[in-house]
């Protein structure tokens, strides 16, 4: 029977299901996303499915491990690998660059380029926001990890548009926020502000360098320093990496209004639930207080929930050591 291939993986996280044709076991949302790919994976369910004896021993000599060390030789460290809570679109481009492009095996070839996969080239169009008119237009992009830049052009300019610096780079899926499927966001730092470009891709063959998503977004109301102006409803985006909370007038905006540098517990840094004495939301009533060593932020979330939700992150953010 298949349930003797089983491994220690399988004891602990139990799957439902096995691509045999690769030799893993897999869930059942990555079982979806393994079925569209029929040239390098064969899906069967391990409980409904006839198991022919010669799958049963390739299954035994094969499994997640040996999988995990051949296609996952060379991920680069900045790559963002998802969890089972990232959306659909992040989890199959994982899947498609691992086991269609087989991008980070030792000596991989890029299927779709013929290029090598450790160069990290890619070039294409994608569908890019515009910063005044809002509206999409196609836009080429090239990314090279030769030169550590990532570039794009406009038909209008001779040069590239912009020349981003990899290390200075952070993507991520944003498909809710850009209504897409395949919509992705990418930051950087320009000129001492983040900048960010909206893109997507019409087959969701997106750019692969994936590194972290923001920790937690969405719209809160902020006063000013003094508590007594009127508050605002702002968009607001965590960046715990960074120890940023960034915050713009609109969720698609490309440059930020401003940010609150989050530091840890030991510096003085705090969060508090509810607002100081005498301060008051006009329409939100849930308020939350970052307490910093030079002033404090005073916020008011749309509900409890949300309120509970953005002290959780900060606390998360908040009990982490600074690093230099």
Request: aromatic share 14%; net charge positive.
């Amino acid at each position: 029977m298949v349930q003797e291939a089983i491994s220690v993986y399988w004891t602990n996280f139990y799957p439902e299901w096995a691509s045999y044709k690769l030799g893993i076991f897999i869930c059942l949302n990555c079982s979806g996303i393994h079925r569209n790919l029929p040239e390098v994976s064969r899906v069967k369910s391990i409980h409904l499915d006839f198991w022919e004896n010669d799958l049963v021993e390739f299954m035994k000599t094969h499994g997640n491990l040996w999988a995990k060390a051949k296609y996952e030789a060379k991920v680069p460290p900045f790559y963002y690998i998802p969890h089972s809570k990232d959306c659909l679109v992040l989890k199959e481009q994982w899947i498609r660059a691992k086991y269609e492009r087989e991008e980070f095996v030792a000596t991989s070839v890029c299927h779709e380029t013929g290029s090598s996969a450790s160069a990290g080239s890619r070039e294409g169009f994608l569908w890019k926001r515009g910063r005044d008119s809002r509206q999409f237009l196609k836009r080429q992009f090239l990314l090279s990890a030769r030169e550590g830049v990532l570039k794009y052009y406009t038909k209008e300019s001779k040069g590239p548009k912009a020349v981003i610096s990899i290390k200075d780079l952070n993507t991520m899926f944003q498909t809710e926020k850009i209504r897409n499927p395949h919509g992705l966001q990418i930051t950087y730092s320009k000129e001492g502000q983040t900048r960010n470009l909206f893109v997507y891709h019409e087959s969701g063959k997106l750019i692969p360098w994936i590194t972290r998503n923001y920790f937690k977004e969405g719209y809160m109301e902020k006063t000013g320093p003094k508590h007594k102006e009127a508050f605002k409803k702002r968009w607001f985006s965590l960046d715990s990496l960074e120890r940023n909370l960034l915050y713009f007038k609109d969720p698609l905006d490309a440059f930020e209004l401003g940010r609150v540098f989050i530091g840890s517990k030991e510096q003085g840094y705090e969060v508090q639930a509810g607002l100081p004495r005498g301060v008051r939301g006009k329409r939100w009533k849930a308020g939350l207080t970052i307490v910093t060593p030079h002033r404090k932020f005073v916020f008011v979330c749309e509900n409890d929930r949300e309120q509970k939700e953005w002290i959780a992150a900060l606390n998360e953010v908040l009990s982490q050591p600074v690093t230099a």
